[in-house]
Each structure stands twice: as C-alpha cells, then as structure tokens.
C-alpha cells in the first residue's frame, strides 16, 4: 500500500494575512450602496457625531449581509464581521447589533419600511430598463404581462425555549407563525408579521395587515393591475370585501383563493354533469392527465360572498394516503376534491384566461410560495436568535432586508447566469458568496485577487462590474 504523498511537507499555520473569506460581502455592501440603500436607511436612523458612535444603518445592513452569508445569530455575524475588517473596517459587536435591533421601535420600523419602498422603486426601475424587462410571472403558457402576483403564506418557526410570544402551534410544535407576502415576479419578501404560536390560521386583521404592508411596498407606477393568492386561510369574509373594496378606476385587484369544501358545495358538485369536466392543464399548458376541472359556479349556494365571486373544482384519483381523510361523497365517486374561489372573470389580454383549467393552474402556482418561504428559512428565518421579542421582531425585518439584496443582486447582475439566477441558497453561497481572495495593494489601490481556477471567478468580476455600472438613485 502506497503512502500519500500530496501533504508532503505540507505545514497548516494560522499567521496569513490579507485574505478574505466569504468575499460575495463585497458584492452585497456595493449592491446596497449603489441601490441607495445605505442612503435610505441612514436617514430613517438617528446620528451622531461622537467618535464611539455606530451608525445604525451600517450595522443593520451588514447584520442583513451576514445572514445572506449564511449567519444563524448575532454572534455569527459579529464573527463574519471581523474576518471582513480588511475591507469594511472594525465591525459592531453582538452587542451592538443586540442594541441596534432592540432600538427599531414602531416610529422607527415606518422609517425603514418607507426607505424600502423608496429603493425599491429606483430597483424596479432599474428591473425596467435591464435585457428582457422586468420579470413576468407566467402560468399555464400564458404570460401575465403587467401583472404584479402577491403570495401570502404563513408558516412555522420553532424554538426549543421559551422566549417571548412562543407559543404551542397548530401542527403540534412550540414557536412562532409568521405571516408574510413575496412579490412573484421578483421573488422579494415585501411585508412579513411576526405572531405568537397560537395565531390563527385564517385571522383576516393580520392578513389585511400585511397585504397593506406589501401593497405600499409596491411601486405606484406598477400598482395599476394587482392579482393576491392564498391558501385557504384567505377565504374570510372580511379579507375578499377588502379585496373588492381594493380597486379603483386606476387599479385592478384580484384574487383567488382556497375554499374549504362545505356540504352545500358536496352537494352541487355531485350535480355536475360529466360532460362539464374538462382535463386540467399543467404549469406549461399542457394537458395533465388524470386531473380534471369544472366550474362550480352558480350550483352552489354563497351568501355573504361577493357577487362576482367564482368557485372552481378539481378532482384527482386519491391516493393511500388521503383514504383516511375523505368524505361520504369522495368514497362514493373514488374522486378527492378541492375547490379555489376567485374574482377573475377575464385578464386584460390573456386568451383563455376566463376557462376553468386555466384559473386551476393560476392558483396552483401559488405553491411556488413554499419556495420562498423555504429559502427564506435557509437566509435567517429558521431560528429566532433571542429571548426578546422586539429583537426577534427586528431579526425578521433583517432576514427581509438580506431576502431583497439576494434577489435585487441575482435580478440586476446575475440575470443572464441561470446557475446562479435560480440557484438555492446553500448553491450560491458554495459558487459565489463564500469565495476566497486575497487582498493586494499597489500604486495607492487596493485589488481583490480571486482564484483564476473557481469556475465562478468570472462571473463574480461580471457581477461586480455590472453593480459599478449601475446608475446613482435620483
């Protein structure tokens, strides 16, 4: 058996210098300059001119870039802060950063959410004028040009303490539930509501709550033709007469929906015909086999809903283990339904956007959201770093802050790299973020050396020349 030769004479010490670790930071600060996001929250924050004093937005915004980095809690971010003091200078503690997001009270969460929206309709802009146009959301083959998508989902966040607000969920857990909306088309996180354990699922206050938030996030200019998407937990009176009340001569709001499945609905669907069932179509237009849609509308009592609301159901063969959970009129046909409520009666320019399978496949693409709720988890969403709930409050309001500056940086410089564009977050940070260099300097200029052999290196040069070519915020 042959002794290994390749660590001969190979020697690990610790006295390097000049280098840096996880150097997509670089990246991330210059996109959140050049955005105006530095800017923004500057101007939200207090100052001082005292030589101890941290600013407050530096330290948010590092915090946010530390969690896209893959930070858990604030002493991880200090950590990445201080491997980064070649570059951005002495980092704030864990305690500054404690400070810094117990700070962030009401006034101070309007100034921020403000700010946000001021950035993100110079990004949007920006969106506007990139190679290809802003993002458009496409379903069943059919583009929904000019169509802003809003999902709104909630979820679970765990904790195995008891920290302030946790409480028993829903599913059984201990923690946190969320509520938060994702703009489709661009994959931003623009409103998220930290709730107690015990939160209700369908609570129609907290959902108008956010929806408020997300809408205000929205660019003026791209308001004129909204459509929101929820689960089943959107179907509340209160929450559709908002909707309705949404639009304007101006705008256009509309929604679809879950809808739970009552006896009266039971009832009319054992009325529909079999010629009324048509094949389902899938997220590319074609045909999916083995499901099909029919219109409930009209055969099915709904007072107290809107008046041009629609209901469609869907029906599949079901499977081992959805035996247990079907009703009388399920065992009887062999089929497991669900239906989706919706105010669509036509888009603007959308062929077929009236037809039954095409509103199916509208709303089934609403569970992309579990997506963004995943990635979300993966960028500091998974765990809440502190006993107090103002802090962990604010967390999320970073872990927001870090989702807009992934998805601005794949949006505006990485758009024409489909590795990176739609990679997961572990991927990006393997391929992009956590890359090596070193530090160099020569003729007054610093130089950031990456490895010439990373089949990244390119493409982070490409994205750090494109953020410098980005035009300043008016």
Not at 185 to 211: Q, S
Request: proline share 4%; charged share 25%.
């Amino acid at each position: 058996m042959h002794e290994p030769t390749w660590d001969h004479r190979l020697s690990v010490t610790t006295d390097g210098k000049a280098t840096v670790g996880h150097a997509g930071s670089i990246l991330l600060r210059k996109l959140a300059d050049r955005t105006g996001l530095v800017r923004a929250l500057t101007a939200a924050f207090p100052t001082s001119t005292a030589t101890t004093w941290r600013d407050r937005a530096i330290t948010l915004i590092h915090l946010a870039i530390a969690i896209v980095l893959g930070a858990r809690n604030l002493s991880e971010a200090e950590r990445l802060g201080l491997h980064h003091r070649p570059v951005f200078g002495a980092p704030a503690s864990d305690s500054t950063l404690r400070r810094t997001l117990a700070a962030l009270d009401e006034a101070a969460l309007t100034a921020i959410a403000k700010a946000r929206r001021a950035v993100r309709r110079h990004v949007w802009t920006l969106l506007h004028l990139r190679p290809g146009g802003f993002p458009q959301v496409s379903v069943a083959g059919k583009c929904l040009k000019g169509w802003i998508v809003l999902d709104m989902d909630a979820t679970i966040i765990t904790t195995t303490s008891h920290k302030e607000g946790a409480a028993p969920t829903f599913k059984s857990s201990f923690g946190f539930h969320p509520l938060a909306a994702w703009c489709a088309n661009t994959g931003e996180c623009l409103a998220m509501l930290l709730r107690p354990g015990n939160a209700g699922a369908n609570t129609a206050t907290d959902h108008i709550d956010v929806l408020t938030q997300a809408l205000d996030q929205v660019p003026g200019s791209s308001r004129a033709k909204i459509l929101v998407r929820i689960d089943g937990a959107g179907a509340t009176h209160d929450l559709l007469k908002h909707l309705h009340k949404l639009n304007t001569t101006r705008r256009t709001v509309r929604f679809t929906v879950g809808w739970k499945i009552t006896e009266a609905d039971e009832e009319a669907i054992a009325k529909i015909p079999q010629s009324a069932w048509e094949t389902a179509v899938d997220s590319g237009g074609d045909l999916q086999e083995g499901y099909e849609v029919a219109e409930l509308t009209g055969l099915s009592t709904r007072q107290g809903w809107p008046e041009n609301m629609r209901l469609i159901v869907r029906r599949v063969r079901p499977s081992r283990r959805h035996a247990k959970k079907l009703t009388e009129l399920e065992r009887k046909t062999g089929w497991r339904y669900s239906v989706l409520a919706t105010d669509i009666g036509r888009m603007h320019r959308i062929a077929g956007s009236h037809q039954a399978q095409f509103l199916d496949a509208l709303h089934r693409d609403h569970a992309e959201v579990e997506d963004r709720v995943r990635t979300n988890k993966a960028m500091g969403l998974a765990l809440l770093p502190s006993r107090s709930w103002t802090v962990n409050r604010a967390w999320v309001l970073a872990a927001n802050l870090a989702c807009d500056l992934d998805a601005w940086l794949r949006l505006l410089t990485l758009h024409d790299k489909e590795d990176l564009a739609q990679a997961e977050p572990e991927s990006i940070r393997f391929r992009l973020y956590h890359q090596s260099a070193r530090l160099a300097r020569h003729a007054r200029r610093r130089f950031l050396r990456l490895e010439r052999t990373w089949p990244w290196a390119q493409a982070f040069s490409t994205c750090w020349q494109r953020l410098i070519a980005l035009p300043n915020p008016v």
